[in-house]
């Protein structure tokens, strides 16, 4: 045991003596957070291998979509960990202002102090700058959208994702992206599979990204090298590397379907270790 801590018993992690951050129940591994990290960017580095495709002699630009949250962050101190000293790879990163007051402003903030720590060019987008509402104003407007017409959707999520994945399309063709870099980590894939699941879309399920083989018409091919890293684990890297994140939720995501998925999928997980792994890996052999 590597010591006591307020009374605890603190094991030690299993590649050194130092304190335990984390116990993986699916693996059965104990990691103190250097060696977590470290398994982290294996990882990380074993999908790039897997999911993005450098051409020779060719420079290749990725656009990493960053929120100012711990998973984007994440994704993009990886990506110049990993990939930032070669000569031809251009990384730049940027965000989507939807309008939200007290909560868009600070996660932008840390967004672009992570880009200035990490040297990585920042651009952004708002939602007024597209010609759409602000999702403050929306969210305002849902209540008399539904009374008037009972088929609108009544969650302001509904509106968002579909105006946020118009926002993240711009600025990856402004900045002419070979690639796009999302940081959806093992707990949303395995969430979006188990929604899909649910709907009984099958279709969904096979449009699911990684887009490295099957790019979507006009768009860059888009790539999720977090895939595979729990969300816990995600939180435990940002911190340990001390990167600047915002931890607030989005103030009108509650309620949301994503929600009632997010806690069954974390009850299942705590019940079956693997389950996240298992969902996403059934959807990977419906895909092929």
């Known amino acids: 045991m590597a010591g006591k801590v307020g009374g605890l018993e603190i094991p030690s992690c299993d590649s050194c003596d130092k304190p335990a951050l984390l116990e993986q129940a699916y693996s059965g591994r104990i990691l103190c ?15 790039l291998r897997k999911q993005l495709i450098l051409k020779k ?17 994440v994704l993009l101190h990886a990506l110049v960990d990993i990939l930032g000293v070669r000569p031809d790879v251009k990384i730049i990163a940027g965000t989507v202002d939807e309008g939200i007051d007290g909560y868009r402003p600070p996660s932008l ?34 209540p008399g ?33 070979d690639v796009m870099a999302l940081g959806h980590n093992l707990d949303d894939m395995a969430q979006t599979v188990l929604m899909n699941m649910s709907n009984g879309d099958l279709e969904r399920t096979l449009r699911l990204a990684p887009h490295t083989n099957t790019p979507i018409d006009g768009l860059p091919p888009r790539i999720v090298p977090l895939r595979w890293i729990p969300e816990q684990e995600v939180h435990l890297y940002a911190v340990h590397k001390n990167l600047p994140i915002h931890h607030e939720e989005c103030p009108h995501a509650r309620g949301a379907l994503r929600w009632r998925h997010r ?12 389950t996240r792994h298992g969902l996403l890996r059934m959807a990977d052999n419906v895909k092929e």
């Open 57 to 73: 002699g060719q420079e290749t630009t990725i656009f990493v979509a960053i929120s100012g949250g711990k998973d984007s962050a």
């Open 145 to 177: 959208m539904t009374k008037n017409n009972p088929g609108a959707p009544g969650m302001p999520c509904s509106y968002c994702g579909v105006f946020r994945r118009q926002g993240i399309n711009y600025l990856a063709k402004k900045v002419n992206a």
């Open 109 to 142: 903030q840390c967004a672009e102090d992570l880009c200035k720590t990490l040297g990585v060019e920042f651009i952004t987008v708002s939602y007024k700058d597209l010609g759409f509402e602000e999702m403050d104003t929306v969210a305002k407007l849902i």
């Open 263 to 274: 806690e069954m999928v974390a009850t299942m997980e705590a019940d079956v270790p693997g």
């Open 33 to 47: 957070g250097q060696h977590l990290a470290k398994s982290i960017r294996k990882k990380i580095a074993k999908e």
